[in-house]
């Protein structure tokens, strides 16, 4: 089992923050790069318990596709996603949220485990965490821009 854990702070509202982790738009306007669409289940808008979506994306040179549900959310402090259907053998990202002096800290934490053995394991250790790491990453500084610049003080 692989864990990532990131913490990002953000000078805007909890709720803010909270929501903008959660929006389709935004979490695909963060993942151009990859070309990742949203292309079955919720595919715009806020994500919400019980409610799956269907990424397609680019990594690694092919198109893969992940398809998550909501398992777990309590507004605005946490919820839970995991793998449904995908390339990983298991696959949960926990999203946390905590009120700060100057607006939230956001953290994520991941952890997945890789099929196909040894050949699994090699794989994650040399390209897919830090991959993986690159990509929240990436996301995680896409909601800090957008929701500090959205936010009035």
């Known amino acids: ?46 994500i919400n318990l019980y409610e799956t979506v269907t990424w397609k994306g680019k990594h690694f040179g092919l198109y893969l596709k992940h398809q998550s549900k909501i398992t777990s959310l309590k507004y605005p402090t946490f919820f839970i996603d995991e793998m449904i259907h995908g390339h990983f053998k298991s696959f949960k990202h926990q999203h946390i949220f905590k009120e700060t002096i100057t607006g939230t800290k956001m953290i994520d934490l991941l952890e997945y485990e890789t099929p196909y053995g040894f050949l699994g394991r090699f794989f994650d250790r040399f390209f897919l965490k830090n991959h993986l790491t690159k990509f929240l990453s990436t996301r995680n500084q896409h909601i800090k821009t957008e929701t500090e610049q959205s936010t009035i003080r």
């Open 1 to 46: 089992m692989t864990k990532i854990e990131l913490c990002t702070l953000i000078d805007a509202p909890l709720a803010t923050v909270f929501d903008a982790a959660r929006n389709i738009d935004l979490h695909m306007s963060s993942a151009k790069r990859t070309k990742e669409i949203a292309i079955a289940g919720k595919t715009s808008g806020l």
